[in-house]
């Protein structure tokens, strides 16, 4: 399995940017734990986002993080659970052809992906992945 260590999408020639256009259902965790994702352990402390995407996939956000990616859908104030949609951030791309891994962040969760599954930079040393049917559902090219 090809393993994926601080990678730089921004240089590679076939990865590409797109933007996700997705409404998410999201509650904030009362304690700490950890979701199974698809791809692998997503450990989250109190606070952070809990997402449930378009798809029935779920995964975490740091709080932080969640506030800079997603806007809250009116009347929804954020912080308060229930939908929310992905802001208009490009992030960098590259669909893999083989079974491969990478770890959301320094030291943080492994996440495992299968031939076709897209590998996603959302910045420096900030890393995920999507099945590639999700992927083509909610991601767009851009700028569109």
Not at 58 to 64: E, L, P, T
Not at 89 to 95: G, N
Not at 123 to 142: H, I, M, N, Q
């Amino acid at each position: 399995m090809r393993q994926f260590l601080d990678v730089s999408l921004e240089s590679d020639p076939l990865a590409a940017r797109y933007v996700k256009d997705e409404v998410v259902a999201v509650r904030f965790a009362s304690n700490d734990g950890v979701i199974q994702s698809r791809e692998g352990p997503n450990h989250y402390q109190t606070g952070d986002a809990l997402v449930t995407g378009s798809s029935g996939d779920q995964w975490s956000v740091i709080r932080a993080r969640f506030e800079e990616k997603y806007e809250s859908v009116a009347p929804l104030m954020m912080g308060q659970d229930g939908p929310y949609r992905a802001r208009r951030i490009p992030v960098w791309a590259r669909q893999i052809e083989e079974p491969f891994a990478v770890a959301r962040r320094a030291g943080g969760d492994l996440l495992c992906g299968n031939a076709g599954d897209w590998l996603l930079q959302y910045a420096p040393g900030d890393y995920g992945l999507v099945e590639g049917k999700r992927f083509k559902s909610v991601y767009r090219t851009w700028p569109e």
